[in-house]
T-cell receptor
């Protein structure tokens, strides 16, 4: 089974600063990779995903992530944090071919300091 | 497109009663639906995978007799928490996959249901 590691359960950045949220996966075969955002008492909203093709993926709200096979990573970045970015962020993976099951990281809570 | 709804969004029930949560795919047919449970400040824990017309597959440690899942149609799955107890209080989230593209495309998540058992 896959495992997903999100380093840093809590990340604080100043408004306007770079956001970097880390995600590493365990599989030797690159999976499909996803980043989701969750606001309090709400479901998950897809930020971006990587399935194939270009390894730098752009998503909504100015976020992007780069798939690095050699590092088994899919870190999420945003050049300039906004107050509205404060939320919980989850990295998820699913196995190619078999489909279905998603494996979620433990989440990273992002705080944006004015 | 790809909207998933859940009903109710919040429910409070007394200990010992049963509660049903509905998950609907509004604009696509979902052959597979997933039920997750999320405790405060924690990640999503997959409870079960439900395929239309067949019995749900439960994850290890999830009581199938307590969390009854029915996926009777391609747009509706229900989770019934039977004989609810305070420890069942949690945030329940469903997601739906668009048939053969599940895993290739993202799962589409519902907004969640906050269950409080008193």
């Amino acid at each position: 089974a896959q495992s997903v590691t999100q380093l840093g359960s809590h990340v604080s950045v100043s408004e306007g600063a770079l956001v970097l949220l880390r995600c590493n996966y365990s599989s030797s075969v690159p999976p499909y990779l996803f980043w989701y955002v969750q606001y309090p008492n709400q479901g998950l909203q897809l930020l971006l995903k990587y399935t194939t093709g270009a390894t730098l993926v752009k998503g909504i709200n100015g976020f992007e992530a780069e798939f690095k096979k050699s590092e088994t990573s899919f870190h999420l970045t945003k050049p300039s944090a906004h107050m509205s970015d404060a939320a919980e962020y989850f990295c998820a993976v699913s196995d190619r071919g078999t489909g279905n099951q998603f494996y979620f990281g433990t989440g990273t809570s992002l705080t944006v300091i004015p | 497109g790809a909207v998933v709804s859940q009903h109710p969004s919040r429910v409070i029930c007394k200990s010992g009663t049963s509660v049903k949560i509905e998950c609907r795919s509004l604009d696509f047919q979902a052959t597979t639906m997933f039920w997750y449970r999320q405790f405060p400040k924690q990640s999503l824990m997959l409870m079960a995978t439900s395929n239309e017309g067949s019995k749900a597959t439960y994850e290890q440690g999830v009581e199938k007799d307590k969390f009854l899942i029915n996926h009777a149609s391609l747009t509706l799955s229900t989770l019934t928490v039977t004989s609810a107890h305070p420890e069942d209080s949690s945030f329940y989230i469903c997601s739906a996959g668009a048939g053969a593209r599940v895993g290739m495309d993202e799962q589409y998540f519902g907004p969640g249901t906050r269950l409080t058992v008193t």
